[in-house]
T-cell receptor
C-alpha cells in the first residue's frame, strides 16, 4: 500500500538557519508529490509539487524540494528560516489510480527560535 | 480568484445529532475532496466528488456521506455523531484536468460533546 513517512515529528531551528524536512514515500510508479503547510487553525497551503522532469522544484516562500527516486525521498529545504515559517508541514502523494485522493504523512511541526 | 470557502467555520454538536458541512470550490474547479484531520489519525481522505458523482471513497463508516451540486458546491453529512467525530474537516478543490493539485479551504472545526 502507498504510504508517506515524515520521520521527524517536531523540529526546532534558529531563525536564519537552514532547514530540511524529510519525506519518504512508498509508491510503485513515478509519484506525484506535494508539500503543504498549515498554520494553526488554518487550512493547508500548497508549497510546491513534483510531477516529472527536473528533480529540484521551487515553491513559494523560498522553499524548494528535491525528488530522489533512488532514496524514495522528497525532502523540503529552505536556506534561511524566518519566524513566520513556524507551522506544520505535510508531505503528500497522489494515490495511484485515484487522483482525487491525497495520502499524507503525519506532519512535521517546525518551531523557530529567535 | 476566490479560494475555497467552507461554512460554517466552527460547529458544536451533541452526540447522536447529525451535521451538514458546506464547501464552495474555486471557480472552474470541478472536483471536490473531503478530509478529516485529527491529532491521532492525521489527515484522512473521506471522499471525492466530480461532476456530481462520487468518484472515490475512503475508509469511513456509512454515517459519513456527501454530495455535489451542479455548480460544483459540495456538502458532507455526518449522522449519529460520535465523540470521535470531533475533528477539523477540510475540503479541497481541483480542476481535474492534467493537474492533480488540490487547493484547501480553511476547514470546519466540529466539536461533538
Amino acid at each position: 500500500a502507498q504510504s508517506v513517512t515524515q520521520p521527524d515529528i517536531h523540529i526546532t531551528v534558529s531563525e536564519g538557519a537552514s532547514l530540511e524536512l524529510r519525506c519518504n514515500y512508498s509508491y510503485g510508479a513515478t509519484p506525484y508529490l506535494f508539500w503543504y503547510v498549515q498554520s494553526p487553525g488554518q487550512g493547508l497551503q500548497l508549497l510546491l509539487k513534483y510531477f516529472s522532469g527536473d528533480t529540484l522544484v521551487q515553491g513559494i516562500k523560498g522553499f524548494e524540494a528535491e525528488f530522489k527516486r533512488s532514496q524514495s525521498s522528497f525532502n523540503l529545504r529552505k536556506p534561511s528560516v524566518h519566524w513566520s515559517d513556524a507551522a506544520e508541514y505535510f508531505c503528500a502523494v497522489v494515490s495511484s489510480g485515484n487522483t482525487g485522493k491525497l495520502i499524507f504523512g503525519q506532519g512535521t511541526t517546525l518551531q523557530v527560535k529567535p | 480568484k476566490a479560494g475555497v470557502t467552507q461554512t460554517p467555520r466552527y460547529l458544536i454538536k451533541t452526540r447522536g445529532q447529525q451535521v451538514t458541512l458546506s464547501c464552495s470550490p474555486i471557480s472552474g474547479h470541478r472536483s471536490v475532496s473531503w478530509y478529516q484531520q485529527t491529532p491521532g489519525q492525521g489527515l484522512q481522505f473521506l471522499f471525492e466528488y466530480f461532476s456530481e458523482t462520487q468518484r472515490n471513497k475512503g475508509n469511513f463508516p456509512g454515517r459519513f456521506s456527501g454530495r455535489q451540486f451542479s455548480n460544483s458546491r459540495s456538502e458532507m453529512n455526518v449522522s449519529t455523531l460520535e465523540l470521535g467525530d470531533s475533528a477539523l474537516y477540510l475540503c479541497a478543490s481541483s480542476f481535474r484536468g492534467n493537474s492533480y493539485e488540490q487547493y484547501f479551504g480553511p476547514g470546519t472545526r466540529l466539536t461533538v460533546t
